[in-house]
């Protein structure tokens, strides 16, 4: 099993352009999490999505931030504009159902906005 | 809603020596605990989970945490650190409410530090 992947792993960008991060979860995973961690604020979770739909979305931080999932192999997490403050390492995580709840983690993106 | 506290940001130990970081819970439905370890620029790692069977987990790497309701507590332990153990610790907590909620939600992480 190749684990959750993320693309692309280092991403540097300027102020006001539009990112998007990448996720594939693990096969036959009906659960999709996306993740913020930062020094000051630590793990957040920002939105998670149940058999492609998106269940709570109450951790976006705003409206510049999206998310989608077109199926079940692909999900996308999209800023537009990018931010200073929004730099920070980004994790996607995958979980089966009936797994007692537990996540895999991707390897994260590293998200830096000059 | 629950929550996590992880007691102490930063452990330093030396190799070879018990190693302890604390935990405490928030919940007001029986837990699932976990304890997830990180290392440097690296994705997060399950290294133990409690699912209300025995209380006494035992983990990968020789780490093992030890569920206490009345403490509300899941500290986890090793009985000798070795350099390799050096990383940030997770502990995180979900319930199971009817299939609705998955989230899991994390402390704020322990850096552990192992001295030769």
């Known amino acids: 099993d190749a684990g959750v992947i993320q693309s692309p792993r280092h991403e540097v960008t300027e102020m006001g352009q539009e990112v998007t991060l990448r996720c594939k979860p693990i096969?036959?995973?009906?659960?999709l999490f996306w993740y913020r961690q930062t020094m000051m604020r630590g793990l957040e979770l920002l939105i998670y999505f149940n058999n492609n739909v998106p269940i709570d979305d109450s951790g976006m931080p705003e409206d510049r931030f999206s998310a989608k999932m077109p199926n079940a192999s692909f999900s996308t997490l999209k800023i537009q504009p990018s931010e200073p403050r929004d730099s920070a390492v980004y994790f996607c995580?995958?979980?089966?159902?009936?797994?007692?709840?537990?996540?895999?983690f991707g390897p994260g993106t590293r998200l830096t906005v000059l | 809603a629950q929550s996590v506290t992880q007691l102490g940001s930063h452990v330093s130990v030396s190799e070879g020596a018990l190693v302890l970081l604390r935990c405490n819970y928030s919940?007001?439905?029986?837990?699932?605990l976990f304890w997830y370890v990180q290392y440097p620029n690296q994705g997060l790692q399950l290294l133990l989970k409690?699912?209300?069977?025995?209380?006494l987990v035992k983990g990968i790497n020789g780490f093992e945490a030890e569920f206490k309701k009345s403490e509300t507590s899941f500290h986890l332990t090793k009985p000798s650190a070795h350099m390799s153990d050096a990383a940030e610790y997770f502990c995180a907590v979900s319930v199971n409410s009817g299939g609705s909620n998955y989230k899991l939600t994390f402390g704020k992480g322990t850096l552990l530090t192992v001295n030769p």
């Open positions: 919940s007001s439905v029986p837990p699932y």
């Open positions: 096969s036959g995973h009906d659960y």
């Open positions: 995580a995958s979980s089966p159902w009936g797994r007692d709840n537990e996540q895999f």
């Open positions: 409690y699912t209300s069977a025995a209380t």
